[in-house]
């Protein structure tokens, strides 16, 4: 993809911006709750080390490609990571957003999804998004499912069964306002 998007931007109460070696603290803090990895096969916290890898991973993938997962603040604080990168199981880009539970039920993953299927649709000018999805998350299933997603097949991730949903390009420009 040649295409790159701004290293930020705003949505409607949403910060999005590029990840940075300071998110760090945050992004320990936010893969040690019990609550936010408790859809995993292995429902064990990461430690220290996998979560400054993920973080490496996400700057990387900025770096190389131009867009990737944002780091998300609300109101002046981090609240998450969530966006698109590319797959590298799947055809098309890959949808992926990890809330604090502290933020959860006050809309902000709608807002990121509709912000990532923007920037991925008329920015990036994709052809389909994915999202996974365990059925033991039926909230995540529920955002996908509202922000336009539809459910393809089960597929089997990291020995779970797991939910791939899918947009494509066309199904989205009929959602869009004109």
Excluded: C
Aim: aromatic share 8%; charged share 25%.
């Amino acid at each position: 993809m040649s295409r790159s998007l701004p290293s930020s931007q705003d949505s409607k109460r949403l910060l999005l911006r590029r990840p940075a070696a300071a998110d760090l603290d945050f992004l320990v803090d936010l893969f040690s709750r019990p609550e936010l990895v408790a859809h995993r096969p292995d429902p064990t916290p990461d430690t220290l080390q996998q979560s400054a890898a993920r973080l490496a991973r996400d700057i990387d993938h900025w770096d190389k490609n131009g867009f990737g997962r944002w780091a998300v603040e609300a109101e002046g604080r981090l609240v998450g990571f969530g966006g698109v990168t590319l797959s590298s199981d799947f055809e098309g880009l890959n949808l992926s957003y990890h809330l604090h539970p502290g933020s959860w039920g006050h809309g902000y993953a709608s807002e990121l999804v509709m912000e990532a299927l923007r920037a991925a649709f008329l920015t990036l000018e994709a052809e389909r998004v994915i999202a996974l999805a365990r059925p033991a998350n039926p909230a995540s299933r529920r955002v996908l499912e509202k922000s336009g997603f539809t459910f393809d097949r089960d597929v089997m991730l990291h020995g779970a069964p797991t939910g791939l949903f899918i947009v494509t390009a066309a199904s989205y420009k009929g959602r869009r306002p004109a």
